[in-house]
């Protein structure tokens, strides 16, 4: 494995019973501060190895090393902490605390990671545009706007690596491409970011796009 | 952080939150009625339970040094000693003679009348009692005795006192072995059995004696439906000078408390302190008290746990509950690097907050129930204890965290992968 390796995986296979095999034999290799995009029709395995490579899931057969560590050994708390202190997350469904405010959304992920501290948060807030809705609970916020408090809520720890999940699935176009350039702005500052889409302008974007098909790879190029 | 999100979160769900509440107040009001009640009860059921008079009689013993069978008031006082008078709730000295009135053979009674009126609370008087601090000889006579002779209060009564009213010790060990049947029979006739009458033998072959006339002031009419209503009662100072046996009495008369020490041991207790006497239980009243108290006690505890239960289960299905509606907020949690142990404490800070509410209100509502169950039932104020409010909490806050655990238990096994998808 390269030092410049962020992501690699070797023959990684998931399966749910003997029959159901959702991804077979993956070998993918992500550098760090690449953006890669994975697309694939429903059911290709993209959001299962997405979950994987968030280490929320376990692959049934194969090794993932992120950042140097294998992951696929690690105990359930160690998958935890290894993952508060490396990944951020993004959701298509932003999956926010109803009941916070953005900005204890995002002090709520320090809490977890470390010290909680606001100014920290605040600046994550105002560096996604949402400054002036600190104090705004996630159900007076526009869709846009609770996804950019996902994002700041991912971006909070500084992980080395950025994960999102259909990050404009559920915008509009304006909002889409608020979100996109934000995403672009965080590849420009060294970040590694992958993001599972169906959208095929998202899947134009970033530094290589892989295809999926039935749980394997079908194409894998640059990105025009 | 945590804090917020607790309060956040109950604030969230706070109808929810209400019924958790109301099911801890229910069983924390219980357990402050128990404890608060329990606390006071068994002092407070002891004097209630004193009203069936004494349960203990202090007798010189046979092998007494003293020619004399009787007892000294000195002796007596010696029940006032801290040693003892913890355990006592009251005492009666008593001295026993005879007299006649109007040619009628009775039974003098010298008593203390403060005394008595604490321990046999059964006592009825028509008119007043022998005032004990006033100079003035009175006499209050008993029922049967007023009636057959037809006296009426206000009434000067002569009273024919044997002049030479002590007896050699023979004679004495007998009439004391009567007295303390006429005690036995007065204690049961507080129950109602008015059989046994003081025994006429005493007063058999005493007509030959020399008698020397007093006349008293008629204050009061006793009935008690005892032997009482066949004597008649002076005051102890007085009947001392009169039977010529000065700061002595025959027998001492003790209501014991029996919740501190069992009346045995307080028996052994005053034999040791009183050299030279016996303490005789009236066991069928003892062993009736610590019944009645026993059982109460059990009731009252069963009655808690039965509502402790119902509180906790209350309380759990309140928490699974809110485990089903958070299975998303969880899996996010997780998600984003939460440990099981961040999100057990944040469950259980919700439950510990639920049960110090409940607990609190519990507490509250508990003690001021145990105060109309205590004036309703003891005629009295349950007193502040303020141990119970810790106590409540605790008990209340570990109920709360106990049946918290199954639904923290279900709150950490949420697959984000799962909640998250949206399944």
Same mark, same amino acid.
């Given at each position: 494995?390269?030092?410049?390796?962020?992501?690699?995986?070797?023959?990684?296979?998931?399966?749910?019973?003997?029959? @159901?095999?959702?991804?077979?034999?993956?070998?993918?290799?992500?550098?760090?501060?690449?953006?890669?995009?994975?697309?694939?029709?429903?059911?290709?395995?993209?959001?299962?190895?997405?979950?994987?490579?968030?280490?929320?899931?376990?692959?049934?057969?194969?090794?993932?090393?992120?950042?140097?560590?294998?992951? @696929?050994?690690?105990?359930?708390?160690?998958?935890?902490?290894?993952?508060?202190?490396?990944?951020?997350?993004?959701?298509?469904?932003?999956?926010?605390?109803?009941?916070?405010?953005?900005?204890?959304?995002?002090?709520?992920?320090?809490?977890?990671?470390?010290?909680?501290?606001?100014?920290?948060? !605040?600046?994550?807030?105002?560096?996604?545009?949402?400054?002036?809705?600190?104090?705004?609970?996630?159900?007076?916020?526009?869709?846009?706007?609770?996804?950019?408090?996902?994002?700041?809520?991912?971006?909070?720890?500084?992980?080395?690596?950025?994960?999102?999940?259909?990050? @404009?699935?559920?915008?509009?176009?304006?909002?889409?491409?608020?979100?996109?350039?934000?995403? !672009? !702005?965080?590849?420009?500052?060294?970040?590694?970011?992958?993001?599972?889409?169906?959208?095929?302008?998202?899947?134009?974007?970033?530094?290589?796009?892989?295809?999926?098909?039935?749980?394997?790879?079908?194409?894998?190029?640059?990105?025009? | 952080?945590?804090?917020?999100?607790?309060? $956040?979160?109950? $604030?969230?769900?706070?109808?929810?939150?209400?019924?958790?509440?109301?099911?801890?107040? &229910?069983?924390?009001?219980?357990?402050?009625?128990?404890?608060?009640?329990?606390?006071?009860?068994?002092?407070?059921?002891?004097?209630?339970?004193?009203?069936?008079?004494?349960?203990?009689?202090?007798?010189?013993?046979?092998?007494?040094?003293?020619?004399?069978?009787?007892?000294?008031?000195?002796?007596?006082?010696?029940?006032?000693?801290?040693?003892?008078?913890?355990?006592?709730?009251?005492?009666?000295?008593?001295?026993?003679?005879?007299?006649?009135?109007?040619?009628?053979?009775?039974?003098?009674?010298?008593?203390?009348?403060?005394?008595?009126? /604490?321990?046999?609370?059964?006592? $009825?008087?028509?008119?007043?009692?022998?005032?004990?601090?006033?100079?003035?000889? #009175?006499?209050?006579?008993?029922?049967?005795?007023?009636?057959?002779?037809?006296?009426?209060?206000?009434?000067?009564?002569?009273?024919?006192?044997?002049?030479?009213?002590?007896?050699?010790? #023979?004679?004495?060990?007998?009439?004391?072995?009567?007295?303390?049947? +006429? #005690?036995?029979?007065?204690?049961?006739?507080?129950?109602?059995?008015?059989?046994?009458?003081?025994?006429?033998?005493?007063?058999?072959?005493?007509?030959?004696?020399?008698?020397?006339?007093?006349?008293?002031?008629?204050?009061?009419?006793?009935?008690?439906?005892?032997?009482?209503?066949?004597?008649?009662?002076?005051?102890?100072?007085?009947?001392?000078?009169?039977?010529?046996?000065?700061?002595?009495?025959?027998?001492?008369?003790?209501?014991?408390?029996?919740?501190?020490?069992?009346?045995?041991?307080?028996?052994?207790?005053?034999?040791?302190?009183?050299?030279?006497?016996?303490?005789?239980?009236?066991?069928?009243?003892?062993?009736?008290?610590?019944?009645?108290?026993?059982?109460?006690?059990?009731?009252?505890?069963?009655?808690?746990?039965?509502?402790?239960?119902?509180?906790?289960?209350?309380?759990?299905?309140?928490?699974?509950?809110?485990?089903?509606?958070?299975?998303?907020?969880?899996? &996010?949690?997780?998600?984003?690097?939460?440990?099981?142990?961040?999100? +057990?404490?944040?469950?259980?800070?919700?439950?510990? +907050?639920?049960?110090?509410?409940?607990?609190?209100?519990?507490?509250?509502?508990?003690?001021?129930?145990?105060?109309?169950?205590?004036?309703?039932?003891?005629? #009295?104020?349950?007193?502040?204890?303020?141990?119970?409010?810790?106590?409540?909490?605790?008990?209340?806050?570990?109920?709360?965290?106990?049946?918290? /655990?199954?639904?923290?238990?279900?709150?950490?096994?949420?697959?984000?992968?799962?909640?998250?998808?949206?399944?």
């Amino acid at each position: 494995m390269d030092k410049n390796d962020m992501i690699v995986t070797t023959n990684l296979s998931k399966s749910y019973d003997d029959k @159901t095999h959702v991804l077979k034999d993956l070998n993918i290799v992500i550098r760090k501060g690449e953006w890669v995009n994975i697309m694939g029709p429903s059911g290709s395995g993209k959001t299962t190895l997405l979950n994987i490579l968030s280490c929320l899931d376990r692959p049934t057969n194969g090794s993932i090393i992120i950042n140097g560590t294998e992951v @696929t050994k690690l105990s359930q708390n160690e998958m935890a902490k290894f993952r508060r202190e490396n990944i951020g997350l993004v959701f298509q469904q932003y999956h926010l605390i109803p009941y916070l405010t953005a900005l204890e959304n995002v002090m709520l992920a320090q809490h977890f990671h470390s010290m909680v501290d606001e100014e920290e948060a !605040k600046k994550a807030l105002e560096l996604v545009g949402l400054g002036h809705r600190l104090e705004h609970i996630p159900a007076h916020l526009s869709g846009g706007e609770q996804q950019r408090v996902s994002i700041a809520r991912a971006l909070i720890n500084q992980p080395s690596l950025i994960l999102a999940d259909e990050p @404009t699935g559920n915008l509009d176009r304006t909002n889409g491409k608020i979100i996109l350039d934000l995403f !672009k !702005k965080l590849h420009k500052n060294g970040h590694t970011i992958v993001i599972v889409t169906h959208d095929p302008e998202i899947g134009m974007m970033g530094d290589r796009l892989i295809k999926l098909m039935d749980g394997r790879t079908v194409d894998e190029r640059e990105s025009a | 952080m945590l804090k917020r999100v607790v309060f $956040k979160s109950i $604030k969230n769900r706070k109808n929810r939150i209400l019924v958790a509440v109301l099911a801890v107040v &229910m069983g924390a009001s219980m357990i402050s009625i128990l404890l608060n009640i329990s606390l006071d009860l068994n002092g407070k059921m002891a004097k209630e339970l004193r009203a069936f008079g004494a349960n203990l009689v202090i007798l010189p013993d046979e092998n007494r040094e003293t020619n004399w069978q009787l007892i000294s008031m000195d002796e007596v006082n010696e029940l006032n000693n801290s040693n003892i008078s913890a355990n006592i709730y009251g005492f009666a000295p008593y001295i026993y003679s005879v007299g006649k009135i109007k040619e009628q053979n009775v039974v003098i009674v010298g008593g203390n009348y403060e005394n008595i009126k /604490k321990i046999s609370p059964w006592w $009825k008087v028509e008119g007043s009692w022998n005032d004990d601090s006033s100079s003035e000889s #009175t006499i209050m006579i008993g029922a049967k005795v007023a009636a057959q002779l037809g006296y009426r209060i206000g009434d000067d009564v002569v009273l024919n006192i044997r002049k030479e009213s002590y007896k050699k010790q #023979t004679e004495v060990k007998d009439s004391n072995q009567t007295q303390v049947d +006429a #005690t036995t029979s007065a204690s049961q006739n507080a129950n109602g059995d008015a059989s046994k009458r003081w025994p006429l033998n005493i007063l058999s072959g005493i007509d030959n004696g020399e008698y020397e006339p007093k006349k008293f002031r008629l204050v009061g009419i006793v009935s008690t439906g005892g032997s009482e209503d066949n004597q008649v009662f002076i005051k102890l100072n007085e009947a001392q000078k009169l039977f010529n046996r000065e700061s002595q009495v025959n027998l001492i008369q003790v209501s014991v408390l029996t919740n501190k020490n069992p009346i045995d041991k307080v028996a052994s207790q005053i034999e040791k302190q009183i050299p030279g006497t016996r303490a005789r239980v009236l066991s069928q009243i003892s062993k009736a008290e610590g019944n009645i108290q026993g059982k109460i006690l059990f009731l009252m505890i069963l009655v808690t746990i039965l509502t402790l239960v119902g509180s906790g289960l209350s309380v759990m299905s309140t928490m699974t509950t809110t485990v089903l509606e958070r299975r998303k907020e969880v899996g &996010m949690m997780k998600a984003i690097g939460a440990e099981n142990k961040k999100i +057990a404490e944040i469950f259980y800070l919700e439950a510990s +907050a639920i049960g110090l509410a409940g607990g609190a209100i519990g507490y509250i509502l508990g003690f001021l129930m145990a105060q109309v169950i205590g004036k309703s039932v003891f005629n #009295t104020f349950i007193s502040f204890h303020v141990t119970v409010i810790p106590i409540t909490l605790i008990i209340t806050v570990l109920l709360v965290l106990i049946s918290s /655990k199954i639904p923290v238990g279900q709150a950490i096994k949420i697959d984000p992968v799962v909640t998250l998808r949206g399944e």
